[in-house]
């Protein structure tokens, strides 16, 4: 149980595109997602905290019109990198938490390797 | 400000032998505490917890200890094998937190035959 997926898995795009980033929890309800991003050889940072039906809660440092999240459902949350650049270039881990199997734990998807030209 | 970090930023240990990784943490108020794994590439993979009621909880081969004296947190592997290789993470979970974590920098942990 608590099986968390990302797609894509990776993605390269040009400077000034925009990129959509899928967060979903497989078999349980997500109540509460978190979006990280993490850079080579270095831990996670959190970007934000993102409850269902609710804005999402950014952490100190983070535009959050540039970092657009939505948690539409109980399963899905998206991350859009808007007008992405190539100092966005990173690894986006999203995790998840709630239901019983989640219930206090968080548990991360496999990650999104972002590369911006 | 307050942060969870790490000892050791690398161990190598020999295929069989037992491997600990230790955590520092400086936030009183944590009361919930994690190790995970990471392998290159991948997510963080939970690998076990730990209530700041209990000093001690064992898992299949691996060991959680907690130090609340000296904020100290420690992984313990038994028998460490080479897929044991990877990254291992503590995170803290501040009481009251909204169930935010607080990711130490990492250990990497290389395992020889």
């Known amino acids: 149980g608590a099986v968390v997926s990302q797609h894509p898995s990776r993605v390269i795009c040009k400077s000034g595109t925009s990129v959509k980033i899928e967060c979903r929890s497989l078999?349980?309800?997500?109540?509460?997602m978190f979006w990280y991003r993490q850079f080579p050889k270095q831990s996670l940072m959190l970007m934000a905290t993102s409850n269902e039906g609710s804005k999402a809660t950014y952490e100190q440092g983070v535009e959050k019109d540039k970092f657009l999240i939505n948690h539409a459902s109980l399963t899905l949350s998206t991350l859009t990198v808007t007008s992405a650049h190539p100092e966005d270039s990173s690894f986006y881990i999203c995790s998840a938490i709630g239901g019983k199997v989640a219930a206090e734990t968080q548990y991360f998807g496999p990650g999104t390797r972002l590369l911006v030209l | 400000g307050e942060s969870v970090g790490l000892h050791l930023p690398t161990l190598s240990v020999q295929e069989g032998d037992n491997s600990i990784i230790n955590c520092a943490y400086s936030n009183s108020a944590s009361d919930y505490f994690i190790w995970y794994k990471q392998e290159s590439g991948k997510g963080p993979q939970f690998i076990i917890d730990i209530r700041s009621n209990m000093d001690k909880r064992q898992g299949q081969r691996v060991t959680v200890l907690l130090n609340k004296t000296v904020k100290h947190l420690s992984l313990q592997i038994a028998a460490t094998q080479p897929g044991d290789s990877a990254v291992y993470f503590c995170?803290?979970?501040?009481?009251?937190?909204?169930?935010?974590?607080?990711f130490g920098a990492g250990t990497r942990l290389a395992v020889h035959p």
């Open positions: 078999d349980f309800q997500a109540t509460t």
């Open positions: 995170a803290e979970n501040m009481a009251g937190g909204y169930n935010k974590l607080i």
